[in-house]
């Protein structure tokens, strides 16, 4: 009986833990309108008062049909993210979403969302696009995409986009499952942390000579997001 009972509470903890392992937590209200002016910190963003929302709280004026410039950043892509810091009304709700513009030969790089899982719908030209499983396997999956197709990146997992045309931009509508996915570079978090990671330790890491790594990291990462 004793065992048993310890069974049904290991399951129980169980489906407690993964439950609580969601993305963004499941809303107590039908909204939480952010109230930038609270001095509270929380684990996400405080609420203003209900009598106090207005229509405008989930109403942004974002031109996400108007192109962006994409010729300033050497990867040749920009990144327009709405999420919760730029449409209030979106906190506690468990969701963003961004436009993504590239140029011919352009790439959104190889980052992460540490806290969203990623659906990216191709609205003009062609992506490449690419996610790798976690160790120890880092099995590599791939598939070239056309206007109007759908591909789903899983949370936490390293991806990319890459437009293969020479002379076509590209653009992709991507809905993310976090009001505040966030998002990790690769190349810019390895190469381009402020104070810089130790160059014996990344050239051991990739097994090149630390000459290479002092030249990668004297190189300017930029962020592609606005």
């Not at 107590?28 to 203003?48: A, E, I, T, W, Y």
């Not at 978090?189 to 990291?217: E, N, R, T, Y």
């Amino acid at each position: 009986m004793a065992s048993s009972n310890f069974y049904l509470l290991s399951v129980l903890l169980i489906m407690i833990a993964s439950g609580a392992r969601a993305t963004d937590p499941t809303p107590l209200q039908d909204f939480c309108v952010v109230d930038k002016d609270s001095p509270v910190r929380v684990n996400g963003l405080p609420c203003k008062d209900v009598k106090d929302v207005k229509v405008d709280d989930f109403f942004l004026a974002a031109d996400l049909d108007k192109p962006r410039d994409t010729t300033m950043r050497k990867v040749k892509s920009n990144v327009t993210l709405i999420n919760v810091m730029k449409l209030a009304g979106l906190n506690t709700l468990g969701i963003s979403m961004a436009r993504i513009d590239y140029a011919p030969q352009g790439q959104n790089p190889p980052h992460t969302h540490p806290r969203a899982t990623e659906i990216l719908t191709v609205l003009e030209g062609s992506l490449y696009v690419g996610f790798v499983t976690s160790n120890p396997d880092n099995k590599f999956f791939r598939k070239l995409l056309n206007k109007g197709d759908v591909f789903v990146f899983p949370q936490g997992l390293i991806h990319f986009q890459f437009n293969p045309s020479h002379d076509k931009p590209a653009v992709a509508i991507a809905a993310l499952s976090s009001q505040n996915p966030g998002a990790i570079t690769i190349s810019n978090a390895v190469f381009g942390s402020k104070p810089p990671i130790a160059d014996d330790v990344l050239a051991k890491a990739f097994q090149v000579d630390k000459k290479v790594v002092d030249w990668l990291q004297a190189q300017f990462w930029e962020d592609n997001h606005n």
